[in-house]
């Protein structure tokens, strides 16, 4: 028999009828025979993916009719499969009966071979083009919808419940792909089932979730359910699912005119929103999210544009010297002066060049500029002046460094001693031995370490000693809190103490008031850096302060 042929399952006991129907269908279909409904579920189970048909009998030994609809119907793989009951003429309960227990259709006895060829024909068709949707509703690996199928229920169910508030949430999970890289496809696949298992769990039986490929999965859920969510708690029950971190986003259906497809790429906005932050599980999609993410974008298009023009700009604030109040130092910080937005200030668009990796270029951008500058300063003939630059977390882990600062202060002729490097404390958090070896071969060369935002939180004292910077900078919310603190309760004593047993010069930073100087003064820190004395500014205005301070002053 042709593997082409399709098979078809006869369940009968009589073995007259049988032969009659193998008969008639043998022309065009492989038939396999069952006595009862007993051996008609065995021969199923062994062959359930290639049964396109079965033809049943209601009465007979073992196992009727009935008793093998009602098992058929309870297993998943098989209740698709369509059956055709064959009734005695004047039997028309039977009909009836074998309907509600789920058969598709009947054909009554005794049989005419055109009818039963013509009926197990379109049957067939039927169910196959049945599950060509179905191919295209579900999603294969995780029997969720697919995406077109999910976004058509979505706008089906808030036609029809338009009083019923619901919401959109999404899940994605943090560096997927990279799970995927390193326990391969097979757990990567098995990792999708199991937030598969998730999100179907979640939405319980008011809502449905689909699968928008990759490791996205949306879901429409009823409103007020929401609100019982503990997002961090889904993830703990599963061993699999603790390796990853997933991020939840949602988009409040407000107005169910605005396309599903855009509901869903909101959602997954404000999950992509929160990638990366420690302890955040969920984001809501709101009008500041909106605002945030427009912004965002924008900057990134225009940044490329604003580096070729010039559009940053390397400022200065002086760092004051405690012991004799003259200009000790500057620290450079950039500002992007755009033709249309006007101002920028760093912290708006830093953070986002960690994430997007511009900071490299900018980076590397700002310090040629000050290497520039202190060529220029050298030219002129002016007394030898340290500047900082900073070094921002993401460009520690940049592998070339070490080179570029190196190759940058050979081609302008500085002495990289000049050349202060601000790494920042959360920078050396993380992966501490890179950072170690990194900056030991930076101080090697030269180049002053110094350790920004000292106090800010992720401080040890454990880590002083392993990088040994040159100069410690405090952090200005730590200045601050400790000088508002009664002087006995205050550790700025002690951390000066022990920055100076260590030979490192203490910088305090953002120190606004001359109570704070004199506080400062009072425990010994080194220099002083904040709007009491001057805010960043211009290079060209920098240097008529510098160059024009008198001899000696007490600020
Ligand atoms: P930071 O390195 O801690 O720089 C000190 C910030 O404190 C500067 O803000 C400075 O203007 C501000 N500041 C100084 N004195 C005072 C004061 O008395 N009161 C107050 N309230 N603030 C004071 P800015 O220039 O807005 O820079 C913010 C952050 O952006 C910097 O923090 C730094 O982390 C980053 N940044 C700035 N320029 C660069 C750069 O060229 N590269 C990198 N990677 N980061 C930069
Ligand atoms: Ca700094
Ligand atoms: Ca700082």
Same mark, same amino acid.
């Given at each position: ?10 369940a009968?006991?009589?073995e ?13 279909y492989?038939v396999?025979?069952?006595?009862d409904g007993?051996?008609a579920l065995e021969?199923?189970?062994?062959n ?8 049943l009998d ?6 009727d009719?009935f ?5 058929l119907?309870e297993n998943?793989?098989?209740?698709l499969?369509?059956v055709i009951v064959m ?21 009554p006895?005794?049989?005419?071979p055109q009818v039963?060829?013509h009926r197990?024909?379109?049957l067939?068709?039927l ?14 690996l995780?029997?969720v ?6 976004c ?15 919401c ?8 997927f792909k ?6 391969g496809?097979r ?11 998730i ?6 039986r008011?809502?449905?979730?689909g699968r ?7 879901c ?8 019982r969510q ?8 599963s ?8 991020r939840?986003?949602?988009y409040?259906?407000?107005n169910?005119?605005v396309p599903?497809e ?5 959602a &997954?906005l404000a999950a /992509?929103?929160i ?5 955040t %599980?969920?984001?809501?999609?709101d009008? $500041? *999210?909106? !605002?945030?993410?427009?912004?965002e974008q ?7 544009t ?5 559009q940053?700009v390397?400022y200065l ?6 012991a004799?109040?003259?200009i ?7 500002r992007w002066?755009?033709p249309e937005w ?6 708006e668009?830093?953070? &986002?060049?960690?994430? /997007?990796g ?6 590397? %951008? ?5 290497c $520039? *500058?202190l !060529? ?6 002016y007394?030898?002046?340290p ?5 921002s ?7 070339r460094?070490?080179d570029?600062l ?5 081609k302008y002729?500085?002495?990289?001693a ?7 404390e ?14 030991q071969?930076?101080r090697?060369l ?8 000292f ?5 040890s004292l ?25 002087a006995e309760?205050?550790i700025?004593?002690d951390?000066?103490?022990?920055a100076?047993?260590?030979?490192l010069?203490v910088?305090?930073?953002g120190?606004?008031t001359?109570?704070?100087v004199q506080?400062?003064?009072?425990v010994g ?5 904040g709007?009491v004395?001057?805010?960043?500014m211009p290079?060209?205005?920098?240097e008529k302060?510098?160059?024009n ?6 600020p």
């Amino acid at each position: 028999m042709s593997v082409l042929h399709k098979r078809i399952l006869v369940a009968e006991d009589n073995e007259l009828n049988r032969e009659m129907l193998r008969e008639i269908l043998s022309g065009e279909y492989e038939v396999l025979e069952a006595g009862d409904g007993q051996q008609a579920l065995e021969i199923l189970k062994q062959n359930s993916d290639s049964i396109s048909l079965i033809l049943l009998d209601l009465m007979m030994p073992v196992m009727d009719g009935f008793t093998f609809l009602d098992k058929l119907k309870e297993n998943p793989e098989l209740s698709l499969i369509p059956v055709i009951v064959m009734t005695q003429s004047g039997h028309e309960d039977d009909e009836v009966a074998a309907l509600t227990h789920g058969a598709t259709d009947f054909v009554p006895k005794p049989y005419r071979p055109q009818v039963i060829l013509h009926r197990v024909a379109s049957l067939i068709k039927l169910r196959e083009s049945a599950a060509m949707v179905n191919q295209f509703q579900y999603d294969r690996l995780t029997g969720v919808y697919s995406k077109e199928f999910f976004c058509q229920k979505v706008r089906e169910r808030l036609l029809e419940n338009p009083k019923q508030d619901y919401c959109i949430v999404c899940t994605d999970i943090e560096n997927f792909k990279l799970f995927n890289d390193i326990f391969g496809v097979r757990e990567g696949d098995r990792l999708l089932k199991e937030v598969a298992e998730i999100v179907k769990k979640m939405v319980g039986r008011t809502g449905f979730c689909g699968r928008f490929g990759g490791d996205h999965f949306l879901c429409l859920q009823e409103r007020e359910q929401l609100d019982r969510q503990n997002f961090g708690m889904y993830q703990e029950a599963s061993p699999l699912l603790k390796s990853v971190v997933m991020r939840w986003g949602i988009y409040e259906i407000t107005n169910p005119a605005v396309p599903v497809e855009q509901m869903c790429d909101r959602a &997954l906005l404000a999950a /992509n929103s929160i990638k990366g932050q420690y302890n955040t %599980y969920f984001a809501v999609y709101d009008d $500041a *999210l909106r !605002r945030k993410l427009l912004r965002e974008q924008a900057i990134t298009d225009a940044m490329g544009t604003a580096l070729m023009e010039e559009q940053f700009v390397v400022y200065l604030q002086p760092k004051y010297s405690l012991a004799d109040g003259r200009i000790a130092g500057a620290e450079a910080l950039v500002r992007w002066i755009h033709p249309e937005w006007g101002f920028l200030s760093p912290g708006e668009f830093i953070p &986002l060049f960690e994430k /997007n990796g511009f900071i490299h270029r900018l980076d590397q %951008y700002v310090w040629e500029r000050v290497c $520039a *500058l202190l !060529r220029d300063w050298q030219r002129k003939g002016y007394p030898l002046l340290p500047v900082s630059v900073n070094v921002s977390r993401a460009d520690v882990y940049y592998l070339r460094l070490v080179d570029t600062l190196w190759e940058l202060t050979q081609k302008y002729g500085v002495d990289p001693a000049y050349l202060h490097l601000e790494i920042t404390e959360s920078a050396y958090a993380e992966n501490t031995g890179a950072i170690i070896s990194t900056i030991q071969q930076l101080r090697e060369l030269g180049f002053p370490i110094e350790m920004d935002d000292f106090g800010s939180g992720y401080s040890s004292l454990n880590m002083l000693s392993q990088m040994k910077p040159d100069i410690l900078k405090l952090d200005m919310k730590f200045v601050q809190n400790e000088i508002a603190k009664p002087a006995e309760e205050s550790i700025l004593n002690d951390i000066i103490v022990m920055a100076h047993r260590m030979r490192l010069g203490v910088v305090a930073e953002g120190v606004e008031t001359q109570e704070q100087v004199q506080r400062l003064r009072e425990v010994g820190c080194d220099y002083v850096q904040g709007y009491v004395f001057a805010k960043p500014m211009p290079a060209a205005e920098f240097e008529k302060l510098w160059t024009n301070q008198p001899e000696k002053q007490n600020p």
